[in-house]
C-alpha cells in the first residue's frame, strides 16, 4: 500500500506527501495517528475522497474521527485517547453494571459462539462493581473448565473479591498461583490486593512485608499501597512510620488524595497527636483539597484525645458554620433560579457545592466524640446539652452510641462521688437513660449484642456503688429482655465483690459463668482468690488456685496473680460496716507462708513484679519542686 501511496505523491498536498514518507520509512505508527492512516486508505481506494478540507476549521462544522487539522497533527492531539481510556472504561462498566442480562449469567459463555480472556474479565469487573463477588470467582473457576487463559487482571479481580468475602486462604493462593505462572502485572494491584487481606485478618507484619517484596521484584509503591502503610501505622500507634509513608508518597510525586490525609488524621487520632491533626488540617488548605466529614471527625478525635478541647469546639463551630452558609445559598439558588436571574449551569455549580459543605454537617460520629470527651470527665450536664444540640437543632436521631456514651457519664460521675446514696442516684439515672434508648431504638431489640452493651455498662455503674441488691435487681433485666451475660458483665460484678472482699459472692459468679458455658480465664480466677485473701480467707483462695492450675489455667503470668502476696499483709478499700474478725493480725510468718504456697501452686518460680506503666509522652511536665526548708529558715 505504501508504494500505490508514492505513486501519486504528485497529485497530493505537502502534508500528504509527508504522510506517504512515513508510511514509506513505517514511521507512521510512531509519529502520526492510526486516524491518518485510515485516510490514506480511502484515498487510494478513491481519488475524490479529500484527505484535507479547505474549511476544517470553519465553526460548527464535524467530521470523521480520521480527519485531523494542521495544529491538531502538530500537538498530537490524538494522543489524548490513551488518557480519556480509563473515564471511557469506567462509563462503559457503569452502563454494564445496570444491564439486567448479566444476572443471567451462567448461560453468557453458552450463548457466545466465542468468549474470550477479554469478555469473561469483563464479566467478573461488572460483578465486582456491583458486590456480587461469589459470581466474580465462579467466572474465575468457568474460564479454567473453558481453557481461558488468565491474565493479571483476571487474578486481580479475583484476588480482590476473595478479600472482599473475607476468605483470606484463597487471595493468598491466588497471589502464590500466579506468581508461579510467571504472571507479571506493571502496577501493583496484587500486591495492594494481598496487603489489603492481611490487613482485615490482623496480619499487619505480612501486610507491610507485601510492600518489600514489591520493591525486591521491581515495582515501586503507588499511592494506594502507601496510603495502607499510613493505615498500618496508624493502627499501630506509630506516628513516625505514618508521616515517613506520607513523606515518601511526596518526594515520589504521587501527590497524597484525601484518602491519604484522613488515614494520617486518623493517626493522629490513636496517638493523642493533636498538633499534628493542626498540621495535617492547614496542609490541606494550602494544597486546595476540601475536606470531608471522616477529616473533620478525625481531626477532633485527635484534639480531644489529647486535651485540646478549645480548637476541637472551634472545629465544631467551622461545620456548624458551613452548614448554615449552606442552607442559606441553597435558599438564595432557588429564588434566583425560580425568578430566572440565573443561568442553569452556573445554578448547578453553586448547587454542587452547597451540597459539598451540606456534607461536612456534623454527624452522629462528631456529636459521640465530643460526648466521649466530656463523658470522661464527668460532665454529666455537658453530655446532655450536646444531646439536645444534637436531637432539636441538627435533627439527628441519636442511636445506641449516643445513649452508651451518657451511660458511660454516670459512670464517671459515679466514680467522682464520694458517698454511695449519691453513686446509687447515678445508677439510676443510668437506668432510665437504658429505658429511653429502649424506646427511642427500635433498633436494639433485634440487635442483642448491642442491647447487651447498653445493659452491661448500666451494670458497670450498679457495681459501682457496691450495692449487691441493686445489681443483682438489674441482672434480672438480661432475662426480661432475652439477652445473655458477657463475660464484661462478669467481669464487672466480679469487680464489686472483691473490692468487698466477698470471696463466696465472688465464687458464685464463677459458678454462674461455668453454668453459661464460659471458661473463666485466670484473670478472673485470681480476682475470686483476691476477694477471699482480701476477706482473710487465704486457704480458700489457695484451693481455688490449685484446682485452676490442675485444669490448666495458666496463673504465673496473670497480673492478678502477682497481687496476691500484698493482698494478705495490706489493708484493703471496705465498706464502711464491714468489721474486721477480731483479734486478727497478719504477721510476717504468714505472708512468706502465703507467698511460699503460691510458689508451690505455679512452680518453684519467683513471684514476677508488676511492669512499671509506661511514660505518657504528651503529659505535661509539672513545675520543678521547691527545695525543703530548713529547720533554721523554717523560724522566719
Excluded at 476544517?56 to 464535524?62: H, S, T, V
Excluded at 467551622?318 to 430566572?340: F, P, S
Aim: charged share 30%.
Amino acid at each position: 500500500m505504501s508504494m500505490s501511496l508514492l505513486k501519486m505523491r504528485v497529485s497530493l498536498p505537502t502534508q500528504a506527501q509527508m504522510f506517504c514518507r512515513a508510511l514509506a520509512t513505517k514511521s507512521v505508527t510512531q509519529s502520526h495517528p492510526p486516524r491518518a492512516r485510515g485516510a490514506f486508505a480511502k484515498r487510494a481506494a478513491d481519488p475524490t475522497v479529500p484527505l484535507i478540507d479547505p474549511n476544517i476549521n470553519a465553526p460548527g462544522k464535524k467530521y470523521p474521527p480520521w480527519i485531523f487539522t494542521k495544529q491538531e497533527l502538530k500537538e498530537k492531539s490524538w494522543m489524548g485517547r490513551k488518557l480519556n481510556q480509563k473515564e471511557y472504561a469506567e462509563k462503559r462498566m457503569s452502563k454494564a453494571v445496570t444491564n439486567a442480562d448479566i444476572d443471567s449469567w451462567d448461560t453468557w459463555f453458552h450463548d457466545r459462539r466465542k468468549v474470550s480472556t477479554r469478555g469473561a474479565n469483563d464479566l467478573m469487573r461488572v460483578f465486582s462493581l456491583r458486590g456480587e463477588h461469589e459470581k466474580a470467582l465462579e467466572v474465575f473457576d468457568e474460564m479454567r473448565e473453558r481453557g481461558l487463559e488468565h491474565d493479571a487482571f483476571s487474578y486481580n479481580i479475583a484476588i480482590a473479591s476473595a478479600t472482599n468475602l473475607e476468605q483470606y486462604s484463597t487471595s493468598q493462593k491466588l497471589f502464590r498461583e500466579m506468581r508461579e505462572a510467571g504472571i507479571e502485572d506493571e502496577g501493583c494491584a496484587p500486591y495492594t490486593s494481598l496487603m489489603r487481606s492481611y490487613m482485615r485478618a490482623g496480619h499487619l507484619d505480612f501486610a507491610l512485608s507485601m510492600v518489600e517484596k514489591a520493591r525486591l521484584e521491581g515495582v515501586e509503591p503507588d499511592k494506594v499501597m502507601l496510603t495502607n502503610v499510613i493505615v498500618i501505622a496508624g493502627l499501630r500507634q506509630d506516628l513516625n512510620a505514618a508521616e515517613d509513608a506520607l513523606q515518601e508518597l511526596k518526594s515520589t510525586g504521587q501527590y497524597p488524595d484525601i484518602v491519604a490525609y484522613n488515614a494520617m488524621l486518623r493517626a493522629c487520632s490513636k496517638t493523642k497527636a493533636g498538633y499534628k491533626a493542626l498540621d495535617i488540617l492547614q496542609e490541606m488548605r494550602q494544597f486546595g483539597i476540601p475536606l470531608d466529614i471522616h477529616s473533620y471527625n478525625s481531626a477532633i478525635k485527635a484534639l480531644v484525645e489529647c486535651g485540646m478541647s478549645d480548637d476541637a469546639k472551634n472545629l465544631f463551630d467551622d461545620m456548624i458554620a458551613q452548614k448554615e452558609r449552606a442552607e442559606v445559598m441553597e435558599g438564595l439558588v432557588d429564588n434566583a433560579t425560580k425568578e430566572g436571574l440565573l443561568p442553569s449551569g452556573l445554578a448547578e455549580e453553586v448547587a454542587t457545592e452547597g451540597e459539598r459543605e451540606l456534607s461536612i454537617a456534623p454527624t452522629v460520629e462528631t456529636f459521640t466524640i465530643l460526648m466521649q470527651y466530656y463523658a470522661a470527665r464527668a460532665e454529666f450536664e455537658a453530655c446532655e446539652q450536646m444531646m439536645q444540640l444534637m436531637r432539636h437543632d441538627h435533627h439527628i436521631q441519636p442511636d445506641e452510641r449516643v445513649y452508651g456514651t451518657l451511660i458511660d457519664a454516670c459512670y464517671f460521675a459515679a466514680g467522682v462521688a464520694h458517698e454511695m446514696p449519691a453513686r446509687v442516684e447515678w445508677a439510676k439515672k443510668a437506668e432510665g437513660i437504658l429505658a429511653e434508648a429502649l424506646e427511642d431504638v427500635t433498633e436494639l431489640h433485634a440487635e442483642p449484642l448491642e442491647l447487651e452493651r447498653l445493659l452491661t455498662r448500666v451494670l458497670k455503674v450498679w457495681t459501682f456503688t457496691d450495692d449487691f441488691e441493686g445489681a443483682a435487681e438489674f441482672c434480672k433485666r438480661y432475662e426480661a429482655l432475652g439477652v445473655e451475660k458477657s463475660p464484661r458483665a462478669f467481669a464487672a460484678l466480679l469487680n464489686m465483690h472483691e473490692r468487698a472482699a466477698d470471696g463466696p459472692g465472688a465464687a458464685k459468679v464463677l459458678q454462674e459463668m461455668a453454668s453459661k458455658g464460659l471458661s473463666p480465664s485466670a484473670s478472673f480466677v485470681c480476682r475470686v482468690a483476691l476477694a477471699f485473701t482480701r476477706g482473710f480467707k487465704p486457704d480458700t483462695a489457695l484451693q481455688i488456685l490449685g484446682k485452676a492450675q490442675e485444669a490448666g489455667v495458666q496463673l504465673k503470668q496473670c497480673r492478678e496473680f502477682r497481687w496476691l502476696p500484698d493482698a494478705l499483709g495490706k489493708e484493703w478499700r471496705l465498706p464502711n460496716d464491714w468489721v474486721y474478725p477480731p483479734g486478727r493480725v497478719v504477721t510476717k510468718q504468714d505472708f512468706e507462708d502465703f507467698r511460699n504456697k503460691l510458689l508451690l501452686i505455679v512452680g518453684d518460680a519467683p513471684m514476677l513484679a508488676p511492669p512499671p506503666s509506661p511514660p505518657n509522652p504528651h503529659k505535661r511536665k509539672g513545675p520543678a519542686q521547691k527545695p525543703k526548708r530548713t529547720a533554721a529558715a523554717a523560724r522566719y
